[in-house]
């Protein structure tokens, strides 16, 4: 297959948006987390994907450009990273959910030799300590308290409907789509039932649930989250910081 | 309250292979391996370390302040565990 | 022989503490040389009990400042305006929750729990530094906030590394060495906008004209007027009076003002060349009593945030402790927990 320049760009953008976006979710807890050391935990989750959208976001462009002065419409990420923090369960099941599907696709690109391979086989490290992050806590809340169970339960069934999307093969982005998304229901699955919560049952693909991020249709927190984001930037047009 | 208190670690880092752990500081953490985690993130987040160990502070067994003198003075004057306390010839080398 | 080598949570009464007849004059002798010898105090020495009141009070009252201190930089991190800033941005205040872990475990050493420490910022029964109880109003707040608020809290904190008391002096140490950056991020992020748009340059201006005076402050009321000041001299918590550190720091910001081509609001700043220093106007020592009274513009918001999130990650530690009772001595991941083969 011949991949073009457009289509690595186009690739970067969503993968860079994911990266991006999640990590600005990550950036509230400052000064909010359930005790210090995990401030200094998320904050450490949130560096590595900031390092993560930069690279990728300078393949496709200027990185502040593109963080700063596209519209909703154009941002490529998936739903699920734009969702937002709700309670720490939320915070660790879109963790769980994203770092064990990060970790499959940058492990694989690790291996190849496409044009994200190098950024890959830094970020497999980083996204490792991200999914273990998220399983220890998973498993904490999970087979903590009955109120912890129920929050983690919870949290889990909330945003199980974003996570077909996942796996919607990305163009440029030379990846075994349907062995990722079987080794993630599987390692994911795992994590749940070891931490005494149910897999969750419902849709994971069709209509509005999925399949909607990559092609710019967003949630209505998104654009929320933008506004707050881009405001400064956009206020002064042209100023370097 | 005290469901929510966490014990207390000593956290121990290696800086680089070839140097011992070294005690770093401490933390709180609910279980050894958050303790490592926590460990982790707070004390290398600068690049400071390649292992950690992790310790209950409660675990720990200390010579007392008290015991100074009779834990630490004798061994003051025994300069023969020392090399200087010897007096070689000029020129001998190797020794 | 005793249990816990760096601390003593139980205090004090098993160990180093004076005999039946309560008689510390050889223990009072003792911690006076060491102190007078430039020795290190170490927690399970014998300490007057005034100096360990002192020491907790300080230590627990510049670890409150540092995760309070996380408020007023946090409130900017969701809109820095470049990529590179926001990642600056986040890395310090991450280091502002990892200074404060630091200096509750030196308080730690001293008997008391964090726990303890925690109730009694959320109470109001302790205080931490009223600077924070000012607001940033733009962007260029988080430049001044590095600059002015990071360069005083440095010159007070450089001589705290030489403390008499051991585990302060480390944490200080640790804390000054990734500090260092601090101060240079907020003077390079003041620099661009001075440098920038006439709209920047203004918002830079007013955010120095704002925080300047609260920053003279932080080195706390005049000589004359700081009750504690003597007596942590004389122990050697504190190396320098509050107006020696006031006035170096005035020395070291009026040259660094003038490279960022800024001014900064003191008619009476000038240069006095029989003292071989800046002299500097009035401070307002009614404002600064005033916001330590809890009337600053932020007081309560601060305080109820911190509360908010202290409470709301309740049912969190409760998790993570009742998780720990149950699987207590599983180790599920025996090559990590078995240090020794590390």
Excluded at chain 1, 40 to 59: E, P, T, Y
Excluded at chain 1, 64 to 86: I, S, T, W
Excluded at chain 3, 142 to 156: C, E, R
Aim: aromatic share 8%; proline share 5%.
């Amino acid at each position: 297959m011949t991949v073009t320049v457009d289509t690595t760009a186009a690739a970067a953008l969503a993968l860079g948006d994911d990266a991006l976006v999640l990590s600005h979710r990550l950036g509230e807890w400052a000064g909010h987390a359930p005790v210090l050391e995990e401030e200094v935990a998320l904050a450490n989750i949130a560096l590595d994907l900031l390092g993560q959208a930069r690279v990728l976001l300078s393949m496709a462009g200027d990185e502040d450009e593109l963080a700063y002065l596209r519209e909703e419409r154009a941002f490529r990420n998936l739903q699920l990273v734009e969702q937002p923090n709700g309670d720490f369960a939320h915070t660790i099941a879109r963790q769980l959910y994203f770092s064990a599907y990060q970790q499959l696709l940058y492990a694989g690109l690790a291996a190849g030799d496409g044009p994200f391979a190098p950024l890959a086989a830094k970020a497999v490290k980083e996204v490792a300590y991200h999914r273990d992050h998220a399983e220890q806590w998973t498993l904490r809340l999970g087979d903590g308290t009955d109120v912890s169970h129920d929050r983690m339960q919870r949290a889990c069934d909330a945003l199980w409907r974003f996570t077909g999307e996942m796996f919607q093969p990305v163009n440029g982005v030379d990846a075994d789509w349907a062995g990722m998304e079987t080794a993630w229901l599987e390692s994911v699955g795992e994590v749940l039932r070891r931490a005494t919560l149910t897999v969750p049952e419902g849709p994971r693909t069709g209509a509005w649930a999925a399949g909607a991020g990559r092609q710019g249709l967003h949630t209505e927190p998104f654009g929320r989250m933008l506004a707050e984001m881009q405001h400064l930037h956009r206020s002064h047009p042209g100023a370097s910081w | 309250m005290s469901t929510t208190d966490w014990p207390l670690w000593e956290v121990f880092v290696r800086s680089r292979r070839g140097l011992a752990h070294t005690h770093a500081g401490s933390l709180h953490a609910p279980d050894a391996e958050l303790a490592l985690r926590n460990a982790r993130d707070l004390y290398t987040r600068r690049g400071e370390g390649v292992s950690i160990w992790v310790v209950p502070s409660s675990a720990i067994t200390a010579s007392s302040p008290d015991e100074k003198d009779p834990f630490f003075e004798p061994s003051a004057d025994k300069p023969y565990r020392h090399p200087t306390f010897y007096e070689i010839p000029e020129g001998v080398k190797h020794l | 022989m005793a249990t816990a080598a760096t601390r003593d949570t139980a205090g004090t009464t098993a160990y180093g503490t004076p005999d039946a007849t309560g008689d510390t004059t050889a223990y009072q002798r003792a911690f006076d040389a060491a102190v007078a010898a430039d020795d290190r105090i170490e927690p399970r020495d014998w300490m007057p009990d005034a100096y360990r009141a002192t020491l907790v009070r300080q230590i627990a009252q510049h670890a409150h400042s540092e995760i309070i201190g996380m408020q007023p930089e946090a409130n900017w991190i969701t809109r820095a305006p470049s990529l590179r800033r926001k990642a600056i941005l986040m890395a310090k205040v991450q280091d502002e929750a990892g200074h404060g872990l630091y200096l509750y475990s030196a308080a730690e050493t001293l008997g008391v729990s964090r726990d303890e420490l925690l109730d009694k910022l959320h109470s109001g029964r302790q205080k931490y530094s009223s600077i924070f109880n000012y607001p940033t109003l733009t962007w260029a707040d988080v430049g001044a906030i590095g600059w002015l608020v990071d360069g005083a809290a440095i010159t007070n904190q450089v001589p705290l590394c030489r403390c008499s008391y051991g585990p302060y002096a480390r944490a200080m140490v640790r804390i000054c060495k990734e500090e260092s950056f601090h101060q240079r991020q907020g003077y390079e992020l003041l620099l661009a906008l001075s440098r920038g748009t006439p709209e920047q340059h203004a918002m830079a201006q007013d955010a120095v004209d704002r925080w300047w005076w609260p920053s003279l402050m932080m080195f706390g009321p005049p000589d004359d007027a700081s009750q504690h000041s003597a007596q942590s001299m004389a122990w050697k918590i504190k190396r320098h009076s509050n107006d020696e550190l006031r006035q170096r720091f005035v020395d070291i910001c009026v040259p660094q003002a003038e490279s960022l081509g800024l001014t900064l609001p003191d008619p009476d700043l000038k240069w006095n060349e029989e003292r071989g220093h800046h002299d500097f106007g009035p401070i307002d020592w009614t404002e600064f009593w005033d916001v330590l009274k809890g009337n600053g513009p932020c007081n309560e918001q601060r305080i109820t945030q911190r509360r908010r999130a202290h409470d709301e990650g309740a049912w969190v530690r409760e998790a993570a402790a009742a998780h720990a009772a149950k699987h207590h001595g599983e180790a599920r991941h025996t090559g990590q927990t078995g240090a020794a083969r590390a």
